[in-house]
Nanobody, 127 residues
Framework: QVHVVESGGGLVQAGGSLRLSCVASGRTFGSYAMGWFRQTPEKAREFVAAASRSGGTVKYADFVKGRFTISRDNAKNTVYLQMSRLKPEDTAVYLC????????????????????WGLGTQVTVSS
């Protein structure tokens, strides 16, 4: 059974930065695609970024391109989300997810493809 746990959220002023981390259990982390999603009470869960099994392919939502960077360290079973130039509209619970059934080095942006989810970490950006 794979589990993922997020950390690194907090309160930051607009324009600031945060780095989120997600640690996965298990010995086959390198066989999972990993994604970050976010959710607020007003909006449905939305895709933020994802990295392929190797980390060689990444995808971003348009609203974070140029501001957020996803990376992974398979030796540490960890995926990161470096967030810069944060905006108040980035305020959300950020969730890490694993796609354990991924084929080859592909990435999915639809949450339904991800089988394992963490509880999330709150990011609050003040204006």
């Amino acid at each position: 059974q794979v589990h993922v746990v997020e950390s690194g959220g907090g309160l930051v002023q607009a324009g600031g930065s945060l780095r989120l981390s997600c640690v996965a259990s298990g010995r086959t982390f390198g066989s999972y695609a990993m994604g970050w999603f976010r959710q607020t009470p007003e909006k449905a869960r939305e895709f933020v970024a994802a990295a392929s099994r190797s980390g060689g392919t990444v995808k971003y939502a348009d609203f974070v391109k140029g501001r957020f960077t996803i990376s992974r360290d398979n030796a540490k079973n960890t995926v990161y989300l470096q967030m810069s130039r944060l905006k108040p509209e980035d305020t959300a619970v950020y969730l890490c997810a694993a796609d354990t059934n991924v084929v080859e080095d592909t990435i999915e942006v639809v949450s339904g493809y991800y089988e394992v989810w963490g509880l999330g970490t709150q990011v609050t950006v003040s204006s």
